[in-house]
C-alpha cells in the first residue's frame, strides 16, 4: 500500500455535484488544498454513464446549471452530450481535472477524534492496488444510486425471448435498431425519453407501462431569455432566467400540493392538446396526485408526438409471460418485439458503496438525521452533497457546497478543527430525505437512506426560498453544530 496522501478536503465523485463542490472551493476558499477521487475515468457522473438514444436532463437547465457558471446554450432540456460538455467545460475553466485522479473506488471512510481526520481507503481499479488518502474535510457527492446496475427484476418468462434485451444504464453502443420493432418497459423520465428518440428510426416503439405517469409538455427552446440575449448580457440574462424558473417551479408544486384535483385536470388538458381529443387519456391519468412522484417532462411534446404519427403507442398492462417473439400481456394481447429495453429504473446505493466509520465503529447511515440536508449527525467534518427531489436537483446541490465553504471559512477564523451536528431525541423523525416522494426507486431503497427530523435544521424542506437564505446567511454557530479543537497531530501534512 502506498504512503497516505493528505488534502484539506476530500472530494468523492466528479459528477455535476463534484464539480460544482470544487468550483466553490477554487472560488470561495482557495486557500484549502482539495482532491477528488473518481471511479470512472471522465467528469460528469450520471452524463458520463448513461448513454441510451435521446438521454437528457428532465429539469430546465437554467436551473440545473451552475449558479456561478450561466447556461448559453438554447436548449430547455438538454442532451446528455450538451450536458457532459458543460461539465467539463466549467471544471476546466477553474482548474479542476488536476485535483482529480480518476478510477479511483473509495471502499471506507473511516474518521478519527485522536487524529482528527479522515482516512478513506480506495482501490485502484485498474491494476487492483489500494491506496489511502486523508483529508481534515470529506465531501461525498457520489449520488444515490448504484452505477455498477439498474433495478432489474426477474421478468416471467424473459429467457424464452429471442430477440435482445437490455437496460437503459448499460446501453450497447453496436445496438441496431432502425426498423425494428421496439418495447420500452417503463412509464418514468427514461422511457418517455427513450420512446421519441428511438421511434425516429425503429419499425415501431411501444411504451409498455403497468401504471401511468403525468407527462408535461415544456418548450424546447426558451424564446424570452433567447431574445433578451440580444439586449442583455449573458450572466444577467441567466440569473433572470434561473430566478423565473424556480419562481415557476416553486408556484407549480405548491399548486399540486395544495390543489391537486385541479392540477391533474391542467396536466390531462395538456396532453389532449397534443394528442387530439380523441386520445385515451387512461394511460396519462395516474392513480397518485401530481408530484407525490416527479413529473415527467418532454420538450415540444415530443413523446406525444411520436404517439400521434403512429410510430410509437403506449400500451398500459402487465406482464404474463415473454414470448420467442415478444410479450404476452395478462390481458392476453401480445406484443411482437425484436428489442425489449428494461427501463425499470435505479437500484439505490449511498457513498458509492463505500462504508463509513466513526472512531472504528460502523455508522448506521439510516438511523441518522441530516442537519439541513447537508451533514450526518454524529459525523464529524462530513457533506453528502444530495439535491432537490421535487425541482432541478443542482439547486440544492450548488447551496449545500455555498454552505461547506462559509462552514470551513468559519473553523479556519476561530481555529476549530472539527464541526459535528448534534440532534436531541425530541427531533428525531422516521422519514426518510426523500420521503417526499413516492416513486418505485424510492420505496424500495427507503431503508438505505438518513432520516430526518421533525423540524429545521433536521428537517428536509426541499425549498430554495427558503433553503437559500439558511445556508447562505443563516448562523453558522447556531447552538446545534459543536465545535472543538483537535490537541495534535500525529502526523504532519504531505501534498497530494
Known amino acids: ?101 480518476f478510477g479511483r473506488k473509495a471502499t471506507d471512510a473511516s474518521w478519527s477524534s485522536e487524529d482528527g481526520r479522515w482516512t478513506v481507503s480506495a482501490v485502484d481499479e485498474a491494476g487492483g492496488a489500494s491506496e489511502t488518502w486523508t483529508s481534515d474535510f470529506l465531501i461525498v457527492c457520489t449520488g444515490y444510486y448504484d452505477y455498477d446496475k439498474g433495478y432489474r427484476p426477474e ?88 430566478g423565473r424558473n424556480i419562481l415557476i417551479q416553486r408556484a407549480m408544486y405548491r399548486f399540486a400540493q395544495r390543489r391537486p384535483a385541479w392540477m391533474r385536470k391542467l396536466v390531462l388538458a395538456g396532453a389532449r392538446k397534443h394528442l387530439g381529443d380523441d386520445a385515451d387519456l387512461a394511460h396519462f391519468n395516474p392513480k397518485y396526485n401530481p408530484w407525490d412522484q416527479r413529473l415527467c417532462v418532454v420538450p415540444d411534446g415530443d413523446l406525444f408526438n411520436s404517439l400521434r404519427s403512429g410510430k410509437a403507442d403506449i400500451v398500459t398492462d402487465t406482464i404474463d409471460t415473454f414470448t420467442p417473439d415478444g410479450i404476452r400481456l395478462t390481458s392476453g394481447a401480445e406484443l411482437k418485439a425484436d428489442i425489449v429495453v428494461v427501463a425499470t429504473g435505479l437500484q439505490m446505493q449511498l457513498f458509492g458503496g463505500a462504508t463509513l466509520h466513526v472512531d472504528g465503529a460502523p455508522v448506521a447511515i439510516n438511523r441518522k438525521l441530516t442537519y439541513k440536508g447537508v451533514l450526518l449527525e454524529d459525523v464529524p467534518n462530513a457533506a453528502i452533497v444530495f ?18 465553504v462559509r462552514l470551513l471559512r468559519y473553523m479556519d477564523a476561530n481555529g476549530y478543527t472539527r464541526a459535528v451536528a448534534r440532534a436531541s431525541d425530541e427531533e428525531r423523525g422516521t422519514d426518510s430525505v426523500m420521503s417526499g416522494l413516492d416513486s418505485g426507486y424510492v420505496r424500495r431503497g427507503d431503508e438505505q437512506l438518513p432520516r430526518q427530523g421533525k423540524r429545521a435544521p433536521w428537517r428536509v424542506l426541499n425549498d430554495y426560498l427558503r433553503d437559500a437564505p439558511m445556508m447562505r446567511r443563516g448562523r453558522i454557530d447556531d447552538g446545534v453544530l459543536q465545535f472543538s479543537r483537535t490537541p495534535a497531530r500525529r502526523s504532519e501534512k504531505q501534498p497530494a
Not at 424464452?160 to 412509464?187: C, M
Not at 433567447?226 to 442583455?232: F, G, K, W
Not at 439535491?387 to 454552505?403: F, I, P, R, V
Request: glycine share 8%; proline share 6%; charged share 20%.
Open 155 to 242: 421478468l416471467p418468462g424473459e429467457h424464452d425471448f429471442a430477440g435482445t434485451l437490455i437496460h437503459p444504464q448499460h446501453w450497447p453502443d453496436d445496438l441496431e435498431y432502425r426498423d425494428k420493432r421496439v418495447v420500452v418497459i417503463g412509464s418514468g423520465a427514461t422511457a418517455v425519453t427513450l420512446v421519441p428518440a428511438m421511434a425516429q428510426d425503429a419499425a415501431h416503439v411501444t411504451m409498455l407501462q403497468r401504471s401511468p405517469t403525468y407527462i408535461v409538455s415544456l418548450p424546447a427552446v426558451d424564446k424570452i431569455s433567447l431574445a433578451m440575449r440580444r439586449v442583455l448580457p449573458d450572466k444577467f440574462n441567466y440569473r433572470l432566467a434561473r
Open 1 to 101: 500500500m502506498t504512503k497516505p496522501r493528505h488534502v484539506d478536503v476530500l472530494i468523492l465523485g466528479a459528477g455535476i455535484s463534484g464539480i460544482g463542490a470544487a468550483c466553490h472551493l477554487t472560488r470561495d476558499f482557495p486557500q484549502r488544498s482539495y482532491a477528488i477521487l473518481e471511479r470512472r475515468h471522465n467528469i460528469g457522473g450520471t452524463w458520463d454513464l448513461f448513454r441510451y438514444p435521446g438521454v437528457r436532463s428532465d429539469s430546465d437547465m437554467y436551473t440545473f446549471g451552475f449558479n456561478f457558471r450561466p447556461w448559453l446554450d438554447t436548449k430547455v432540456l438538454a442532451d446528455g452530450t450538451s450536458i457532459r460538455n458543460y461539465v467539463n467545460e466549467t471544471a476546466a475553466e477553474y482548474g479542476v481535472p488536476e485535483h482529480i485522479t
Open 387 to 404: 439535491g432537490y427531489t421535487n425541482a432541478s436537483w443542482t439547486l440544492k446541490a450548488d447551496l449545500a457546497s455555498e454552505y461547506v
